[in-house]
Nanobody, 124 residues
Framework: QVQLVESGGGSVTAGGSLRLSCAVS????????KGWFRQVPGKERAGVAA????????YYADSVKGRFTISQDNAKNTLYLQMNSLKPEDTGMYYC?????????????????WGQGTQVTVSS
């Protein structure tokens, strides 16, 4: 049984930092595509960052480039999203996703497995 469990969300003021974690079990973690998505009420889930360890490729939404970093720890089967210089528009529910099956890295339907989400709130 595949499980993805996010943690690390919270409330911060603008300019602050958070590190989100996604613990993965029951899945071939090391070489698979993984991503982070954000969703706000009334809007579709949107891609924030993606990572393909096989080619050491990373992708970021334009809005987070230079501020967010996606990485993984193979020994801990954990995916991370380091978020620096946070802005109020970064507020949302953050989800990790795994098992990309084709399509844009930023496309939610391209991923098979999802976590339950962790809330990030950035106040001005």
């Amino acid at each position: 049984q595949v499980q993805l469990v996010e943690s690390g969300g919270g409330s911060v003021t603008a300019g602050g930092s958070l590190r989100l974690s996604c613990a993965v079990s029951g899945y071939t973690f090391r070489t698979s595509w993984k991503g982070w998505f954000r969703q706000v009420p009334g809007k579709e889930r949107a891609g924030v960052a993606a990572f393909w360890p096989g080619g050491s490729l990373t992708y970021y939404a334009d809005s987070v480039k230079g501020r967010f970093t996606i990485s993984q720890d193979n020994a801990k089967n954990t995916l991370y999203l380091q978020m620096n210089s946070l802005k109020p528009e970064d507020t949302g529910m953050y989800y990790c996703a795994a098992h990309w099956s084709g399509g844009g890295w930023y496309t939610p339907s391209a991923y098979k497995y999802w976590g339950q989400g962790t809330q990030v709130t950035v106040s001005s």
